[in-house]
């Protein structure tokens, strides 16, 4: 409807429509009739009859991206507005355990304390509400491979080279074309506003600042285009892409983000069904169900099974296959990369279908347990491409990216010399904002970029072209029982996972 002749509702009468049977919402002072949509939500009827006939924005944002409702919801539910004087204040109850975690907040160290990305997630680990940490730092399963991205970094050693006249060290390079001061990007990762309310943004502005290209999420809280918009003129972004059932909608995207000016396409292939990711699973049990969900005995059927990660995903393809790869090089003239590549025979397949790269990766350790880390990987696919079809890495036209694990700029350069062109690195940005905000981010790319030039200087090397494979032993790598000095700080940050418990026994005294 045109502004001026939507219709305007009156809190009260929203509040009437507060069951199962006639459930509304307030979403951003629109009124949305979501009654059909309960059982279909993906997070459950739960949250949603929460707020049956009240404002429900303030839940509503940090966990689905703007356009969420007005995309998946059909126009006719889409009401019309309410007069904001009238509507029901859902009253916030600052619970105890808020008070402490905003305690907490306010004695963070200062930043000038901060010195590596391990500091950042111990502090974010201490502020962030539970559930925005249970999403950002579950792993699947057992979390095996999550611990493995970090720990097979371990298993690879320097031979660094002396007496070369280092007092100017260049670890600039190019990614699909286009300069970054440092060898790393920042990778898609979703729901920014459940550390911060700027999100996503926090990430755009320090990539500008730094020189560094910002991947932008498919499920990120803030908007495409308020991301887009954010970027400083010229500035590098690209987009990474969940496969949409609705083949028309991802077309859609894919077309916007290349006319705003996205310069390439990583679409995400290791996500065909989301991995069991318990300690985010483990916040649906937190709160009763709401009298609409028992009275009805409709308990059983809430899925509460998948945390926030179910909350946003279930229109993500599972039927996605290598037919599909000409089809996305007919909608978009962008570099097109696989990402979540596991395998040296799926590279070789990318490569032959002219690919402009892949991503090795395993999802940060959030989808198959026991995936072999991307660094691990990288060995092999660099082994097998030149033996296969001759190929020497880093390849211009062929590029190889691995992420996970990463939390110095030693790892990011271990990757550089077998043949990465550049590393993703994505949880210790979500730390850094969500426990500092955009300085936070600031001050983890002024960390990496210490780090960077001091390693450079100790290795001997003067540019990322002297960075090269003669330069590290990673005759260890592929022995996942090697012996190899434990990372004290990553242990200590690492929360171990719970088992299911009894609920709290109340005394009849």
């Not at 985010?280 to 509460?304: C, I, L, Y």
Request: glycine share 6%; net charge negative.
């Amino acid at each position: 409807m045109a502004g001026s002749d939507e219709k305007v509702f009156s809190g009260k009468e929203v509040a009437k429509h507060n069951t199962r049977e006639s459930c509304w919402i307030i979403v951003h002072g629109k009124v949305y009739d979501v009654t059909d949509f309960l059982d279909d939500h993906p997070g459950g009827s739960k949250i949603i009859l929460k707020y049956a006939g009240k404002d429900a924005t303030a839940e509503y944002d940090p966990i689905h991206p703007p356009d969420a409702i007005t995309t998946h919801l059909p126009p006719e539910k889409h009401l019309g507005r309410v007069d904001p004087e009238t509507v029901e204040k859902v009253e916030v109850q600052i619970t105890d355990q808020e008070k402490a975690r905003q305690e907490r907040m306010a004695n963070r160290p200062p930043l000038s304390e901060i010195l590596n990305l391990h500091d950042f997630e111990a502090i974010a680990r201490f502020v962030m509400p539970e559930k925005a940490w249970a999403y950002y730092s579950s792993a699947a399963d057992d979390e095996i491979t999550n611990r493995e991205n970090h720990a097979a970094y371990h298993r690879i050693w320097w031979r660094p080279r002396i007496l070369r006249d280092v007092t100017h060290v260049d670890f600039s390079t190019k990614i699909l074309g286009y300069p970054s001061k440092m060898p790393l990007y920042i990778t898609a990762t979703a729901l920014g506003k459940l550390g911060h309310p700027d999100g996503e943004l926090n990430l755009t502005r320090a990539a500008a600042k730094h020189g560094v290209i910002q991947m932008i999420p498919t499920l990120a809280s803030c908007s495409f285009d308020e991301i887009v918009d954010n970027a400083k003129p010229g500035q590098v972004q690209f987009l990474q892409l969940y496969v949409n059932k609705d083949r028309s909608i991802s077309e859609k995207f894919v077309r916007h983000a290349e006319q705003r000016g996205i310069k390439a396409l990583f679409i995400t292939v290791d996500a065909p069904q989301l991995g069991r990711r318990e300690k985010d699973m483990r916040q649906k049990f937190d709160a009763e169900d709401p009298a609409e969900v028992t009275e009805n005995k409709q308990q059983d059927k809430v899925d509460r099974s998948q945390g926030a990660a179910r909350a946003i995903s279930s229109f993500i393809d599972p039927g996605l296959d290598w037919k599909d790869i000409p089809w996305f090089q007919k909608i978009t003239k962008m570099p097109l990369i696989l990402k979540g590549v596991q395998c040296w025979e799926d590279a070789l397949q990318a490569y032959d279908m002219g690919l402009a790269g892949v991503v090795l990766s395993n999802h940060g350790g959030r989808q198959l347990d026991f995936s072999r880390s991307g660094i691990e990987v990288l060995v092999e696919v660099v082994r097998e491409l030149k033996k296969q079809r001759g190929l020497t890495f880093p390849n211009e036209k062929f590029q190889l990216f691995v992420d996970g694990g990463v939390r110095r700029a030693n790892d990011v350069l271990k990757a550089i010399a077998l043949g990465a062109t550049a590393v993703g690195v994505g949880r210790p940005f979500l730390y850094a904002f969500s426990s500092y905000g955009y300085e936070g981010v600031d001050h983890a790319l002024n960390i990496l970029h210490d780090e960077f030039e001091m390693n450079m200087r100790l290795l001997g090397a003067r540019n990322l072209k002297e960075v090269v494979p003669e330069m590290v032993d990673a005759s260890s790598l592929q022995s996942h029982i090697v012996a190899v000095p434990g990372d004290r700080l990553y242990d200590s940050n690492y929360e171990s996972m719970q088992h299911a418990s009894l609920r709290e026994v109340k005394s009849k005294m």
